[in-house]
């Protein structure tokens, strides 16, 4: 099926691994960094920034033949803005906490250079449903990173995930302490750094 040929399932999977956003073109570092102190927060921003780019991505693919080239950007910004819109009105009234984690930081995604780019390079070259595989697939690249490195910062600073506390009262008791470093925005940058070093030595291999 024309659904489900080889470039639309490229156009899904290769954001995952060879043209990852993060670990190869290391696009939106800011926002990864940002709101990985914990798991929810980071999973609720992978979510987000995943609809917004597979949706604005779709709307731009369909109104690409009639926006005038000289005011491309300005139109992706608006559509982009407004998406952003919705998905932050629907946090507030759903998971006002997390909301309130992620502060400025979903209003930031508008500039996020992953969705912007992918508006320009993609869905302006390409037909709806394409379109909305590269963005789920580029979404998902990035949910993907800010999962690993949430988790990872939560569980050796905090001793828990998802606030549910997964290291026992009895380590605690023996001695062990938490990581208060994980905790720092440097530690964020320096997981990410450690990750795109894995990929790069094991998964990617440069042409």
């Not at 990581?179 to 042409?207: C, D, Q, S």
Request: hydrophobic fraction near 55%; glycine fraction near 8%.
């Amino acid at each position: 099926m024309a659904l489900f040929s080889k470039q639309n399932k490229e156009a899904l999977t290769n954001p995952l691994n060879l043209d990852h956003p993060i670990l190869v073109q290391v696009l939106g570092i800011c926002s990864a960094l940002a709101v990985t102190s914990q798991l929810k927060p980071a999973i609720v921003m992978g979510l987000a920034v995943t609809v917004i780019t597979a949706f604005s991505n779709v709307i731009i693919s369909i109104l690409r033949n009639t926006i005038p080239n000289r005011i491309r950007i300005v139109v992706q910004l608006v559509v982009v803005a407004a998406l952003v819109t919705i998905v932050s009105q629907v946090l507030k009234a759903y998971v006002y906490d997390v909301s309130v984690q992620l502060s400025v930081y979903v209003g930031l995604i508008i500039t996020n250079c992953i969705l912007m780019g992918r508006l320009e390079a993609f869905a302006m070259q390409n037909k709806p449903w394409p379109s909305f595989l590269d963005g789920v697939g580029n979404g998902l690249g990035y949910a993907m990173i800010l999962v690993i490195v949430g988790a990872v910062r939560e569980f050796f600073g905090r001793g828990s995930l998802l606030g549910f506390q997964i290291i026992p009262d009895s380590a605690y008791e023996a001695g062990y302490i938490n990581n208060g470093m994980m905790t720092m925005p440097a530690m964020a940058l320096i997981l990410v750094g450690i990750v795109i070093w894995v990929h790069r030595a094991y998964f990617y291999k440069e042409k």
